[in-house]
């Protein structure tokens, strides 16, 4: 079973940076797409960034265009999520996933198969 731990995340003040990351000691990412979701308190779950295993394909919701990067390190196992200008409104629960040995980027939660447990991200105004 795959299994993905997200670390990163904290309490930042607006206008701040974090970057998440989302590893996995065990299995190795291949080519699989990876993508990160959040979910804020009384929200569904949201799609925020995919990204294909090659890393050379990548999608953003509107909302985070040109303040967040996804980013992967194969040769490390690890998924990473830089965001800057961080907003108060980007304050949730952020998840790491991946789409098994599936290459296009999708934004669909569905698509994906096995979730990390979650960071949490708190943006104080």
């Known amino acids: 079973q795959v299994q993905l731990v997200e670390s990163g995340g904290g309490l930042v003040q607006a206008g701040g940076s974090l970057r998440l990351s989302c590893a996995s000691a065990?299995?190795?990412?291949?080519?699989?797409?990876m993508g990160w979701f959040r979910q804020a308190p009384g929200k569904e779950r949201e799609f925020v960034a995919t990204i294909n295993w090659t890393g050379g394909n990548t999608d953003y919701t509107d909302s985070v265009k040109g303040r967040f990067t996804i980013s992967r390190d194969n040769a490390k196992n690890t998924l990473y999520l830089q965001m800057n200008s961080l907003k108060p409104e980007d304050t949730a629960v952020y998840y790491c996933a991946v789409a098994l040995n599936r290459a296009p980027i999708t934004t669909r939660a569905n698509y994906y198969d096995y979730w990390g447990q979650g960071t949490q991200v708190t943006v104080s105004s």
């Open positions: 065990r299995w190795t990412f291949g080519r699989s797409a």
